[in-house]
Nanobody, 120 residues
Framework: QVQLVESGGGLVQPGGSLRLSCAAS????????MGWYRQAPGKQRELVAL???????DYANSVKGRFTISRDSAKNTVYLQMSGLKSEDTAVYYC??????????????WGQGGQVTASS
């Protein structure tokens, strides 16, 4: 079994910064990709940022230039540095990992979610 534990959410004023962390643990052979998604009230969950093994990253257009995703592969941890936060960034943020459990065995796991609120 694999667990994803998130930390770092909270309340910040518009224009402020936060850093989210997500650590994966358990029976992990390797991790192919880790990313962050968010879901605001009344909206569908959407991709925020994705980090793929090999160094490729992808961002939602709405966060490009403000958010940065990074990974520490040795710690099976992904980070999301958020700067210039706007009220529209307010949402529950979820970590997602595509985990290789063994040869030919892959599964997807989600973190518990953490609230990020940008408000004065």
């Amino acid at each position: 079994q694999v667990q994803l534990v998130e930390s770092g959410g909270g309340l910040v004023q518009p224009g402020g910064s936060l850093r989210l962390s997500c650590a994966a643990s358990g029976s992990i052979f390797s991790i192919n990709a880790m990313g962050w998604y968010r879901q605001a009230p009344g909206k569908q969950r959407e991709l925020v940022a994705l980090s793929i093994s090999g160094g490729n990253t992808d961002y939602a257009n709405s966060v490009k230039g403000r958010f940065t995703i990074s990974r520490d592969s040795a710690k099976n941890t992904v980070y999301l540095q958020m700067s210039g936060l706007k009220s529209e960034d307010t949402a529950v943020y979820y970590c997602k990992a595509h985990v290789q459990l063994g040869p030919g065995r892959m599964s997807v796991y989600w973190g518990q979610g953490g609230q990020v609120t940008a408000s004065s």
